[in-house]
């Protein structure tokens, strides 16, 4: 039998992840990304559970290791910078969890798959035509290839997706909140814990990473219409108008978001769909599943990467019955993400004082909250 081929869109977390494995089985692949090089920023992200063992098989648990922020703590505080309550986050583990860079995870992923697969960044798909035997890729500045399959694990606002199911309109779900993240430059700072403060349906946080502290602003509000997330401008009026009044590190944070060349804004949102794939075409993360701001992103990604590659070397020429295990196997672990957003909302931004103040006595008075907030740490979406 021939080499099979496969395309993979988005060299984030997954992409590089579903290369080295789907190489590793004796597939020619290609990994195109629109952005010109690997991300190199980003929130903190986790890697645990099923990732763990995926990460060990691929040597880079060291070097994640090494990246991680060390983060201990999750502290709130008041308008003054007076802290009221604090949940331990270290003591709240269970079993080795990592929680580094976002752009350091992808960066550490990409260096392990780059020799074995073939990376085209600065580019990005523009339409598919599939047939019973392949697929027909027409790209922005490459000539048109054909491969065997193509998988998007290119994020929220995905390309494969729309390309192969349709607009995001009818498989993207506004979860009543946006967020956003900007570098605050500098080395790293003494803490180790997020600081966070919160308004009533606002939350604005400092967190602490390797390179340098992290701004973190979150905020309830409906479906802003127009709403574009390449729109820089749309999105700096949108920060300002939400965070307006704001107290504690606020106005100095909202000024730093200002002046950013690098600022992080979207709607936390989710994807929904009855099926991940559409004949020789299929999802993998957030393309297919995104659990959104508060669920475990980056260790779904990396679990689904390694279940999808298996599947496909395990049913030579019969990529739609490896598309309908992966899926069946790796629902089972992304469902349950999916119906916690309105508990992580409610602890990290309540939408009255009232709710904000029973949000600090129960982290004060009730342990168990370490444990749901140790899974519930903000993320990109």
């Known amino acids: 039998m021939s080499e099979r081929s496969a395309l993979i869109s ?20 290609t990994v195109v990304e629109r952005a010109g090089a690997p991300r190199s920023s980003g929130n903190p992200v986790d890697v645990r559970g099923p990732a763990m063992d995926v990460v060990t098989r691929m040597g880079v648990l060291p070097r994640l290791r090494r990246a991680a922020t060390g983060n201990t703590g999750l502290a709130f505080v008041d308008a003054a910078g007076r802290r009221v309550a604090r949940v331990d986050l ?17 960066a550490i992923l990409y260096e392990a798959a780059r020799e074995h697969a073939e990376f085209v960044f600065d580019d990005s798909m523009t339409a598919l035509a599939q047939d019973g035997h392949g697929v027909e890729v027409t790209f922005e ?10 998988v998007g694990a290119d994020g929220l606002h995905s390309v494969t997706r729309r390309l192969a199911f349709g607009q995001e309109s009818g498989l993207v779900r ?46 309830r509000a409906p479906a802003e219409p127009g709403f574009d997330h390449r729109d820089a401008g749309q999105h700096q009026r949108m920060l300002a108008a939400a965070f307006a009044g704001v107290g504690w590190r606020a106005p100095e944070l909202l000024e730093r978001a200002r002046a950013a060349g690098d600022l992080y804004f979207d709607s936390v949102s989710q994807v929904r769909m009855p099926r991940w794939w559409a004949g020789r075409v299929a999802l993998l993360g957030d393309a297919a599943s995104c659990v959104s701001l508060f669920g475990d992103g980056s260790t779904l990604a990396v679990a689904g990467a390694y279940t999808l590659a298996r599947e496909l070397a395990a049913t030579p020429g019969d990529p739609q019955a490896a598309f309908r295990r992966y899926e069946s196997a790796h629902r089972r672990l992304v ?29 004060r008075a009730w342990p168990l909250v370490s444990a749901a907030a140790t899974r519930l740490r903000p993320r990109p979406a």
């Open 335 to 363: 469902d349950p993400k999916q119906a916690g957003v309105a508990t992580a909302a409610a602890l990290l931004a309540p939408a009255t004082r009232a709710g904000i103040a029973a949000r600090n006595l129960a982290a």
């Open 90 to 106: 270290a003591a709240a583990r269970r079993g080795e969890e990592i929680e580094l860079p976002r752009g350091d995870l992808a």
């Open 174 to 219: 506004h979860m009543g909140l946006y967020v956003a993240t900007t570098p605050l430059g500098g080395g790293p700072g003494a803490g180790r814990d997020v600081v966070m403060h919160n308004a009533p349906g606002r939350a604005v946080a400092v967190c602490p990473t390797p390179a340098g502290d992290l701004a973190f602003f979150l905020y």
């Open 10 to 29: 988005g060299a984030g977390v997954g992409g590089p992840v579903l290369a080295y494995w789907l190489a590793r089985h004796g597939f020619r692949v």
């Open 141 to 150: 500045r490459a000539a048109p290839r054909r491969f065997d399959l193509v």
